[in-house]
């Protein structure tokens, strides 16, 4: 099984809501990432664990939470959201942090209103 | 800096023509590379990847990806584009773990495939 899932696919959420993005792996992985991607652009990075642990946030504002409850699911917590935060937010993992080699997700298509 | 560059935004051929994508990277280390595919509000998948060895790597779907360390280039080349093809492409470069252990990513290039 090389898939990492994510929901939900869309999401449309107001600026006062509060919203969480879902990723699993079952590759036995042990890191795992969060991406922001707008359109016509590369993905940029904005989190990364390791082993369970935030070890890399590229200045993420607060409004962004990621949490790892295990070495399988990552989420990405939402609140107070800006229109330009809208974006396909995408989810990857590979063995480790330095095995370089990522395995991405479908990523979530978010739309802030 | 470390940076990872394909010089095409777009890039149009003809079904069956072959097609050659180019990434240059600028990195002090022997580099990790990598090419990932996209097709439209995809994520992105992984077509081939070099760490060292032969400098001619096979990937899926019928890619192929030349490293040549004096032009500082990882080119894509497929011999007979598909219509499935038509997606974006990106090229990375692995950053090591003083640069972060990060991938960093080219802009990337659109492929649009005519029939």
């Known amino acids: 099984d090389t898939e990492v899932t994510q929901t939900p696919k869309h999401l449309v959420m107001g600026m006062t809501n509060k919203k969480s993005l879902k990723c699993e792996q079952h590759?036995?992985?042990?890191?795992m990432y969060w991406y922001k991607q707008k359109a016509k652009k590369p993905p940029e990075l904005m989190f990364v664990?390791?082993?369970?642990?935030?070890?890399i946030n590229e200045s993420v504002p607060s409004r962004f939470s990621p949490e790892c409850p295990n070495s399988s699911l990552l989420n990405l917590h939402l609140h107070a959201l800006q229109p330009e935060d809208s974006a396909l937010y995408l989810c990857?993992?590979?063995?480790?942090?330095?095995?370089?080699?990522?395995?991405f997700g479908p990523g979530t298509r978010l739309t802030v209103t | 800096a470390q940076s990872v560059t394909q010089p095409d935004i777009h890039i149009t051929v003809s079904e069956g023509a072959s097609l050659e994508l180019r990434c240059n990277y600028s990195?002090?280390?022997?580099?990790?590379l990598f090419w990932y595919v996209q097709s439209p509000g995809q994520g992105l998948q992984l077509l081939l990847k070099?760490?060292?060895?032969?400098?001619l790597v096979q990937g899926i779907k019928g890619f192929e990806a030349e490293f040549k360390r004096s032009q500082s280039s990882f080119n894509l080349r497929k011999p007979s584009v598909h219509w499935s093809d038509a997606a974006e492409y990106f090229c990375?470069?692995?950053?090591?773990?003083?640069?972060?252990?990060?991938?960093?990513f080219g802009a990337g290039t659109i492929l649009r495939v005519k029939s």
């Open positions: 990857a993992s590979s063995r480790q942090a330095d095995s370089y080699e990522q395995y």
């Open positions: 590759m036995g992985h042990r890191a």
């Open positions: 664990y390791s082993y369970e642990k935030l070890s």
């Open positions: 990195y002090g280390a022997t580099p990790y």
């Open positions: 070099y760490f060292s060895g032969d400098t």
């Open positions: 990375a470069v692995g950053l090591s773990m003083e640069y972060g252990n990060k991938l960093v």
